[in-house]
């Protein structure tokens, strides 16, 4: 299988990149652990170029890179990353087939 990346979450990836001081090599997304069932979504700006262990998602003629490290991959495997606007807010998340489970905020999941 393999984590796909929705053509809205590439725009919004390349959008808030452009906003930054310093251009980023790109955005690191991931599983940690912690929230209320017991792990959450990780997403941060990564200066520095992917680890020679990620798995490196590119887009956009490598102008839009998304890092994932091999053990969120374990989770992330087959899942979508999307970016969806509604009335209430707007943001990334994850259409992830491997979750049990979520909390309430749907801040965190369990596997």
């Known amino acids: 299988m393999a984590i796909q990346v929705s053509d809205k979450a590439i725009q919004a990836i390349k959008a808030s990149a452009a906003k930054r001081e310093k251009q980023p090599k790109g955005l690191r ?6 929230g209320c069932t017991g792990f959450s979504y990780l997403f941060e700006w990564s ?5 020679s262990e990620d798995r490196v998602l590119s887009f956009e003629n490598g102008t839009v890179n998304v890092f994932i490290d091999p053990k969120s991959f374990t989770f992330l495997d087959g899942s979508t990353l999307d970016f969806a606007s509604t009335l209430m807010a707007s943001g990334f998340r994850w259409v992830n087939p491997n979750v049990k489970s979520t909390c309430s905020c749907g801040e965190s999941v369990q596997f």
Not at 29 to 34: C, H
């Open 47 to 51: 200066d520095t170029e992917a680890r």
């Open 29 to 34: 997304v991931g599983i940690r652990g912690g």
